[in-house]
Structure formats: C-alpha cells, structure tokens
C-alpha cells in the first residue's frame, strides 16, 4: 500500500500503487472515523426523507383489538352454520354494544371492533338476512376475516430502526406510533467548490475551451438525494490563492468540502497540495486503481472530510455515487438496508482490465420478460451520459470480462451499495 498523501506534480500515478475502490473506502474510513452530527427533532410532516435517529418500537399492540376485515356479521363459530339472530351492529371507532351470546350476531363493518365471546367474521356476500335472522351460506371457520390483536405490531417490536430512511411506509408507521415529533439526525452540509480556469456559470455562453459549471449543479443533486444540503462556494480558478481561500471557506460554512477538478497531477492541478497545506491528517488517498475517477483524492482536515472528485463530469459524478457517497454516509447516519437486486443480461461483451475497478454506465431495456443492459461506454468528459443511463455495472478487478448474454447485475445511479 502506498504511503498517504499527495503526489508531486510530474510525479505519474503507478497503477500497482494505487488503491482498489473498496481497500481505499476501508483505508479512508480507518484514518477518519465519520459519525452523524447530532440529532434533532423535527414535526411528522417535516420528517420524511430524513435519517431516523433512534429505534421506532410498538408502545402496544396494534391492533389493539381484533378487528374484522370485511363487511359481514361476526359469529361465534362454535354455533356451527344455524342461523344467528341480529342482536346489534358495531359502528366504526366505536366499542361494540356488547359480548356476542351463543346463536347470535352482529352486523360489523370493515375495520369494526369485534366483540368477545366472537371468533369470526362471514361476509355479507355469504349470508342472507330475513326478518332480523342471519342465515350464513358458510360454515364459519374461527379466525376468518379477523385481524387478531398485534398482528401488525407486538409491544417492543422495532419496526424502524435507527439509520433508515424515512420513506413513505415509514411515515405511516410514525403517525400510527403518535410520533408527532420525530428524532432524525442533522443534515451534514457540504460545500461545493468547483475548482477550473475554463468554466463558466451556467447563464453564460461558453466560448471555445470553456464549459459550463455542470459538476456543482449535478453534486448539489446528488448531496440531496444523500440526505445532506450543499453549499455553494463561488468557483477558483486554477491558482493556488483561491482553492485555498475557497477551502478554507467552505471548512468555516459545512461539515465537510467536495471539489471537482484540478485533483490529478499536472502542474496546474493544485487540490491535493493545496489540501496538504491546510491540517492534519490532509490527504489519505490519491489516485484510485478504478476507471472512471483515477485522478481522485480522499483527504479531511480534523473530523472534516474534503474530497476531491475529478473535474471530467462522468468522473466526477461515477466516484461520488461509488466512493465519496459510502464515506459521507457516515455523517448522514443513514444504514442501507440490503437493495432488491436487480439483474439483467449483458447486450454486448463488456470488457475491462485485469486489476482494475472499471464502473461501466448502461442503457437498460425490457425485451418481454427479460432485461438487457447495453454499454454506453466509459467517456468521463460527457456530461450527458449519466442522464442517458439508466444503471451501471461494475467489472471487477477479478472479473473484468463479461460476455454477451450472461446474466450482470446493475447498480442503479441514484444510491444504494455497489
Ligand atoms: P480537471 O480534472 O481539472 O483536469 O478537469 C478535467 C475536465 O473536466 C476539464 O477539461 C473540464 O472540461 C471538465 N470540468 C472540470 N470542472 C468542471 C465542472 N465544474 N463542470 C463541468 N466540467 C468540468
Ligand atoms: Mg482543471
């Protein structure tokens, strides 16, 4: 493994010195513990898309009470098929009027409390009803159509633990559990700085060897869909002065700093020195064994992490998905909960190189039943790739030839594990 820290300008990348993706996530998280920030407690509404910060447990049972799941009478079902005379009707919210008696029923509603002494439910479409006497079509069976108390939640049960995302089926739960209030821990905030002589703002019309900001627009996306809030720092340009004003800002405004360009090692890419300059422990990993993205660095300053990402977009976006996400997810408190896999069959050969880590973006499509993910190739300086695919697939550094028809999985853009 190579000795942390930033190479020097004209010093190359040597392929057998740098780290795997995953050997550098490891290295990285070792040398920068990141935990969640703190928590706080947010109204109900307020808490959807945030990181729960502890366990949600049953405080009871729920349902409290069996319930009946149609609309029908409830019977004893020891009373057999004989008729039932209509001793009530239970309405819903309410207690039933009383205990069910041996030969009689009650009309209930779907949702209704059932009363005691009753031990199923026949539907209305199964009896026929004459002069205040039920007649059932069925032999009741005990348990039918009844949702017996904590079906759906036991007291203790955890039915949210902490770390997961607060997504709608959650939310369902919180409300149900009387969580008017809800513990989630602090949105991390990022600073963005795009770091570049050729860019421009987006409002502008690029002239021949410039291009427009994309990579901000496209992290502060991305830090969203994390679960932190970016924040802007106005673009350096390649001139150490300013990356190290700009870093030094963003180090003062977020808990962490993500920049995009200069991260390689030409003479005017100045991030990792620049970041060397600024603290303890500065860079930890410079150069990734990986295709997008080699030109990455992984450094912090104290508890902050600052990590910068290529400047080519693909680069840039494929390693905060892959790499800079995994390690920032620390500081979101987030804990992914294993992903329903999905698989497709590889449309083309797909090609790699032995030893190397290669994120392949694709097109997937349904042809009937079956997937097929096509290759769009790997071109770091489009910035419009990543909007085009729709996945990616990963070729190992043990498996880096995939052929045509075999069966790949496909890592979706947007998050989860690789
Ligand atoms: P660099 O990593 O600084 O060598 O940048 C590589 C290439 O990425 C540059 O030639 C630019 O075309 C492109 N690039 C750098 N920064 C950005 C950005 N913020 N938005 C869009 N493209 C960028
Ligand atoms: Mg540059």
């Known amino acids: 493994m190579r000795a942390p820290g930033a190479l020097l300008p004209g010093q190359t990348f040597e392929p057998s010195a740098l780290l795997a993706p995953a050997q550098a996530i490891l290295v990285y998280r070792s040398r920068v513990p990141l935990g969640p920030l703190g928590v706080e407690r947010v109204p109900l509404d307020a808490a959807f898309g945030r990181i729960l910060a502890h366990d949600a447990a049953a405080d009871g049972r729920y349902p409290s009470h069996p319930r009946s799941t149609m609309d029908g009478f409830v019977v004893r079902s020891q009373d057999g098929q004989g008729e039932r005379r209509i001793v009530g009707e239970i309405r819903m919210g309410q207690v039933p009027p009383g205990p069910l008696g041996a030969g009689e029923t009650m009309r209930i509603p779907t949702g209704g409390a059932v009363p005691d002494g009753a031990d199923s439910v026949i539907p209305v479409e199964d009896t026929e009803e004459r002069d205040g006497i039920m007649h059932p079509g069925e032999m009741p069976v005990p348990g039918d159509a009844i949702t017996p108390a904590g079906e759906d939640m036991e007291p203790g049960d955890i039915v949210l633990a902490a770390g997961r995302r607060i997504d709608g089926a959650a939310m369902g739960v919180l409300a149900t559990l009387g969580f008017s209030q809800v513990p989630v821990f602090r949105r991390p905030r990022f600073a963005i700085i795009s770091t570049g002589d050729e860019l421009v703002d987006p409002s502008q019309k690029p002239g021949v060897g410039q291009v427009r900001d994309s990579n901000r627009y496209a992290l502060a996306g991305a830090l969203r869909e994390l679960g932190a809030e970016p924040i802007h720092i106005p673009r350096a340009t390649d001139e150490p002065g300013q990356t190290e004003d700009a870093i030094r800002r963003g180090l003062e405004l977020a808990d962490g700093v993500l920049l995009t360009g200069g991260s390689s090692v030409g003479v005017r890419d100045l991030v990792p020195r620049v970041i060397d300059r600024l603290g303890e422990p500065g860079v930890v990993v410079h150069g990734l064994r990986v295709r997008p993205g080699k030109p990455t660095v992984l450094a912090a300053i104290g508890a902050k992490p600052v990590i910068g990402l290529p400047g080519n977009p693909t680069s840039a976006m494929m390693i905060f998905r892959t790499i800079a996400a995994p390690i920032l ?90």
């Not at 032995?354 to 009937?368: I, K, L």
């Open 329 to 418: 997810r620390g500081m979101t408190g987030e804990v992914l909960r294993p992903s329903a896999k999905a698989f497709a069959r590889a449309g083309t050969e797909f090609k790699g190189r032995a030893g190397w880590t290669w994120f392949v973006p694709v097109v997937v499509t349904a042809e009937g039943p079956n997937r097929v993910a096509s290759s769009l190739g790997i071109h770091s300086s489009h910035t419009s790739l990543l909007a085009r695919a729709n996945g990616f697939i990963v070729l190992t550094e043990d498996r880096p030839i995939v052929r045509q028809g075999d069966q790949i999985e496909v890592h979706t853009l947007s998050g989860g594990d690789i």
